[in-house]
Structures are given as structure tokens and as C-alpha cells.
């Protein structure tokens, strides 16, 4: 069954600071996708990042990274120098190529305090 | 480009009455479409897709049901709303059921 597990449910850093959210996922099957969405608090989910399981090259969007890393079935993602801005809630994602339902995280609430 | 209109944005109502939230996209054909629920402080929770104009899968066995009367228009109803309903709903589309999903404003429903 697939599954993904975003082990912190909540995380307060000092803005400026650096912080990365932890997505750990499970699947069986070899070709899948992962993303990366954030939620304000106007609640509208803003889609940040797709990959697919073939690409495991990590990116970097500003101050935004990911790194992709199938050998520890993990997808995280960095925030450099953060600001009030990135406080949300950020959901990890995965689908497979056998489903056609995504399978969201739980979410880890991000506080950039000022 | 594509957006994806939801409304009402807020909605209070007392148990017992109906519900209809609406969901419609522009500048694409044939999307599929996603409703979602999002409890307070949960995640998102998938209560009905469809790939298709009248084609609607359930995923949660509920007082809710879902249509689709157009390509672009997707309808979330209840006829008779629980407290538990309460909740943010969402509406989110996607060119392939592979592909990025894209969501919508959202309507907040508050129960009393």
C-alpha cells in the first residue's frame, strides 16, 4: 500500500533561519510521482513541485530545494533563509502509476517567527 | 491559462439543511475533478472524483454526493448536513490522473 509520512507535525524557527520538512514515503511500485504543496492561511493548497521516480536530480527554486533521495524513499524540502511569508502548512504527496488517487501527508504547520 | 473558481467561500447552515457547493474550471477540456475535505487542523481527506460528465467515484460513505451536469462544473450536495460536516472543502482539478492536481479557493462550511 502506498503511504506518506511527514513525521513533524509542527516546527517554530527564527526567520532567516534554514528549515527542512521531512517526507519519507511507500510504494511498491517503480514509477510514481511526488509533490510538494503549501498551504497559507487563506487555505487554498498552491502546488510547489512534481517529480517522477526517474528523476532523482535535486532542484533548487529560489530559496527553495528539494532533494529526492530513493534509496532512503525521501523527498524533503529546504527553505533557505526564511521568512514570515513561508509560515503555512506544507503537504507532502505521492501517486503511482497503478492508482489515480493522490496520497496526501498529514502536513507539517511551519511558524517563521519574526 | 486555467483557474478554478469555488463558491460560495464561506457558508454557515444549520443541521438538517441541504447543500450544494460549486466548483468550475476554465481554460481546459475534459479535466478530472477532485472534491476534498479538510477538517480543522487535519489533512485532506478525498470524498469524490470524477474523469469524466457524469461519472463520479465515492470514496467515503457519507451524507454527501457529488455530480458532474458539465465538463467543467462540478457540484458537492447533501440533503440533509450533519455537525460532522463542518469542515473546508476544496475543489482541485488535473489534466490526467497522473498529473499535478490544482486546487481551488475553497468554501468554508460551518455547521450549527
Known amino acids: 500500500a502506498q503511504k506518506v509520512t511527514q513525521a513533524q507535525t509542527e516546527i517554530s524557527v527564527v526567520e532567516k533561519e534554514d528549515v527542512t520538512l521531512d517526507c519519507v514515503y511507500e510504494t511498491r511500485d517503480t514509477t510514481y510521482y511526488l509533490f510538494w504543496y503549501k498551504q497559507p492561511p487563506s487555505g487554498e493548497l498552491v502546488f510547489l513541485i512534481r517529480?517522477?521516480?526517474?528523476?532523482?536530480q535535486n532542484e533548487i527554486s529560489g530559496r527553495y530545494s528539494w532533494n529526492f533521495q530513493k534509496s532512503t524513499s525521501s523527498f524533503n524540502f529546504t527553505i533557505t533563509a526564511s521568512q514570515v511569508v513561508d509560515s503555512a502548512v506544507y503537504f507532502c504527496a505521492l501517486i503511482t502509476n497503478r492508482d489515480d488517487k493522490i496520497i496526501f501527508g498529514k502536513g507539517t504547520r511551519l511558524h517563521i517567527l519574526p | 491559462s486555467q483557474t478554478i473558481h469555488q463558491w460560495p467561500a464561506t457558508l454557515v447552515q444549520p443541521v438538517g439543511s441541504p447543500l450544494s457547493l460549486e466548483c468550475t474550471v476554465e481554460g481546459t477540456s475534459n479535466p478530472n475533478l477532485y472534491w476534498y475535505r479538510q477538517a480543522a487542523g487535519r489533512g485532506l481527506q478525498l470524498l469524490f472524483y470524477?474523469?469524466?460528465?457524469?461519472?463520479i467515484s465515492s470514496e467515503v460513505p457519507q451524507n454527501l454526493s457529488a455530480s458532474r451536469p458539465q465538463d467543467r462544473q462540478f457540484i458537492l450536495s447533501s440533503k440533509k448536513l450533519l455537525l460532522s460536516d463542518s469542515g473546508f472543502y476544496l475543489c482541485?482539478?488535473?489534466?490526467?490522473?497522473?498529473?499535478?492536481?490544482?486546487f481551488g479557493p475553497g468554501t468554508r462550511l460551518l455547521v450549527l
Open positions: 470524477s474523469v469524466g460528465i457524469g461519472q
Open positions: 482541485a482539478w488535473s489534466g490526467d490522473s497522473k498529473e499535478t492536481q490544482y
Open positions: 517529480r517522477n521516480s526517474f528523476d532523482e
